[in-house]
Protein backbone atom coordinates (compact mmCIF):
# COMPACT_ATOMS: atom_id res chain seq x y z
CA UNK A 1 0.00 0.00 0.00
CA UNK A 2 2.74 2.14 0.82
CA UNK A 3 3.65 2.63 -3.05
CA UNK A 4 0.92 5.19 -3.35
CA UNK A 5 2.70 7.86 -1.26
CA UNK A 6 2.83 10.44 -3.45
CA UNK A 7 1.44 9.41 -6.47
CA UNK A 8 -0.73 11.70 -8.10
CA UNK A 9 -4.48 9.73 -8.49
CA UNK A 10 -8.05 10.23 -9.57
CA UNK A 11 -10.70 9.90 -7.09
CA UNK A 12 -13.55 8.63 -8.29
CA UNK A 13 -16.46 9.97 -6.36
CA UNK A 14 -19.67 8.33 -5.55
CA UNK A 15 -23.17 9.88 -3.93
CA UNK A 16 -24.81 7.67 -1.04
CA UNK A 17 -26.68 5.49 -3.30
CA UNK A 18 -23.75 4.48 -5.29
CA UNK A 19 -24.08 6.69 -8.41
CA UNK A 20 -20.61 8.05 -9.71
CA UNK A 21 -20.97 12.26 -9.63
CA UNK A 22 -17.61 13.31 -10.60
CA UNK A 23 -13.77 12.98 -10.62
CA UNK A 24 -10.93 14.95 -8.53
CA UNK A 25 -6.86 14.53 -8.69
CA UNK A 26 -4.71 14.77 -5.66
CA UNK A 27 -1.72 13.83 -4.26
CA UNK A 28 -1.59 10.51 -1.74
CA UNK A 29 0.01 11.98 1.53
CA UNK A 30 -0.95 9.16 3.70
CA UNK A 31 -2.62 5.77 4.05
CA UNK A 32 -4.52 3.61 6.77
CA UNK A 33 -4.79 0.22 6.45
CA UNK A 34 -8.40 -2.01 7.57
CA UNK A 35 -10.23 0.93 8.51
CA UNK A 36 -13.49 0.25 10.43
CA UNK A 37 -16.28 2.49 7.77
CA UNK A 38 -18.83 1.15 9.49
CA UNK A 39 -20.28 -1.46 11.65
CA UNK A 40 -18.45 -4.49 10.75
CA UNK A 41 -16.95 -3.12 7.54
CA UNK A 42 -13.23 -2.16 6.72
CA UNK A 43 -11.66 -0.90 3.91
CA UNK A 44 -7.66 0.56 3.14
CA UNK A 45 -7.82 4.54 2.81
CA UNK A 46 -5.43 6.66 1.52
CA UNK A 47 -5.15 10.86 2.52
CA UNK A 48 -5.04 12.87 -0.76
CA UNK A 49 -4.11 15.98 -0.43
CA UNK A 50 -3.78 19.23 -2.91
CA UNK A 51 -6.95 17.81 -4.59
CA UNK A 52 -8.00 19.46 -8.16
CA UNK A 53 -11.88 20.22 -8.28
CA UNK A 54 -11.52 21.55 -12.28
CA UNK A 55 -13.27 24.81 -11.10
CA UNK A 56 -11.22 27.77 -9.20
CA UNK A 57 -14.51 28.74 -7.95
CA UNK A 58 -16.01 25.77 -6.63
CA UNK A 59 -12.58 24.03 -4.55
CA UNK A 60 -13.24 20.35 -2.95
CA UNK A 61 -14.43 20.32 0.38
CA UNK A 62 -14.42 17.50 2.34
CA UNK A 63 -17.63 16.75 4.88
CA UNK A 64 -15.61 18.32 7.66
CA UNK A 65 -15.27 21.53 5.65
CA UNK A 66 -11.93 21.49 5.30
CA UNK A 67 -10.83 22.55 2.06
CA UNK A 68 -8.23 20.54 -0.35
CA UNK A 69 -7.68 17.45 1.39
CA UNK A 70 -9.34 14.14 2.42
CA UNK A 71 -9.62 10.59 3.51
CA UNK A 72 -10.81 8.22 0.12
CA UNK A 73 -11.15 4.47 0.10
CA UNK A 74 -8.40 2.56 -2.27
CA UNK A 75 -10.87 1.21 -4.45
CA UNK A 76 -12.20 4.81 -5.47
CA UNK A 77 -8.64 5.69 -6.94
CA UNK A 78 -6.76 5.34 -9.78
CA UNK A 79 -3.13 6.05 -10.30
CA UNK A 80 -2.91 8.93 -13.12
CA UNK A 81 0.97 9.55 -13.19
CA UNK A 82 2.66 6.36 -14.79
CA UNK A 83 2.27 4.69 -18.38
CA UNK A 84 -0.30 2.27 -17.21
CA UNK A 85 -3.60 2.49 -19.28
CA UNK A 86 -6.37 3.93 -17.48
CA UNK A 87 -8.84 1.68 -15.68
CA UNK A 88 -11.92 4.26 -16.46
CA UNK A 89 -12.55 6.11 -19.68
CA UNK A 90 -14.91 7.63 -21.34
Known amino acids: MYHFIGKTVR ?3 YSREGIAVGSIT ?3 ADIAEGVEVSEGMKK ?5 VDID ?11 AGMEGESWFA ?15 SN
Open 74 to 88: VQDIEIVEDDAPRLF
Open 11 to 13: VHL
Open 53 to 63: SGDPEQPYKNS
Open 44 to 48: DLVFV
Open 26 to 28: GRV
